[in-house]
Structures are given as C-alpha cells and as structure tokens.
C-alpha cells in the first residue's frame, strides 16, 4: 500500500488529557506568579487600597463594619465621597464579611448593585455589611453606607448595595 497514513499510537483522547494537563498547569503558574507578585506590592505599602484611610470599627448586628475617612483625595467636586470609592468599598467589605472565619477561600465578584441616596459629605463613609447567605460556592452580602458624621453624629443612610460572590478554595499549597 503506497501512501497509506500509518495510524498513531496516540489517541486523541490521550492528547487532549496532555493538553489539558499542560494547561492547568500553566494557569497554575500564572496564578502562582500573580500571587507573588501581589504579595511584593501589598508588602511594600504600594497597592492602591492601602492608600485608603480604612478602619475596622464595632456595628451592632453586623458581620463587618469598616469606616473610611473623606478626604480630597476620595471626594468629587462637591466634597461628596466620590460614587466609585463607593463601590470600591462596598465590594472589599461585602468580600471580607463572606470570608471572616474561613482561611484559605477566595472569592470573586460575580454580581455588585449600588443605589446611591445622597452623598457622603460629612465624614467618615461607614460600610456595614451582613451576610444574607453563604452556601459552598457563592455568597450574597448587604451593604448599608452611612455618613457617620452626618446628623449630630448619628448617621444618616447614603447607599444600600447587594454584591454576590464565587467562593473557591485556594490551592492547598496556599492555604496557611
């Protein structure tokens, strides 16, 4: 037989299996040199969240509650804290109550909703979070902004925000 193709040994189910190998494991390397890479700049003081005046602060009935300070740094024209911040805040407080109590997991933003009120003019923006429901893989979390310095100190209500979460564990060589 002339120019009879000999068959491979190799199947393609075989060399898909390999391909897929040798994709997860090149993700995993990225994903190992990303995390590095985060952990330099978060160990040198340089990523751009520690540059927010943040807090941990006590709320009563929530599962985390964070202050940050308004500043022109943070504010719009009008001296109101600006609607981006805003977001910004909600989502690492929403992200931080679903994973208090759980080392190791991670999570990404799957869903974030905010609904502003008024503005956050007075100071400081308080970020009060409570987790509506945690399964295995996913979490949905409330968020209530108030302006803490608004109305004789008491608060008032500046925006209410809902954000859902994918949780995933990290990889056991991540987990401390």
């Known amino acids: ?77 009008r001296g109101a804290l600006q609607g981006g911040i805003i977001a910004t805040l909600v989502d690492i407080v929403a992200g931080r109550a679903v994973l208090a109590g759980e080392p190791g997991n991670a999570v990404a933003t799957s869903d974030l909703s905010v609904h502003y009120l008024r503005g956050v003019t007075a100071g400081p923006a308080r970020a009060v979070a409570t987790v509506v429901r945690r399964g295995n893989r996913s979490a949905v979390v409330t968020v209530d902004i108030f302006d803490a310095g608004a109305n004789a100190g008491t608060g008032t209500l500046c925006a209410v925000a809902t954000a859902s979460f994918s949780i995933t564990p990290a990889p056991d060589d991540q987990v401390s």
Do not use: C, F, I, W
């Open 1 to 77: 037989m002339t120019g009879a193709v000999k068959p491979s040994t190799v199947s393609g189910d075989d060399r898909n299996d390999r391909d897929d190998r040798d994709d997860r494991n090149d993700r995993d390397t990225d994903r190992a040199r990303v995390l590095d890479e985060h952990n330099q700049v978060v160990a040198s003081g340089g990523h751009l969240l520690q540059q927010l005046d943040m807090r941990d602060v006590d709320a009563a009935g929530a599962d985390l509650a964070v202050e940050l300070t308004l500043d022109g740094r943070v504010s719009n024209p």
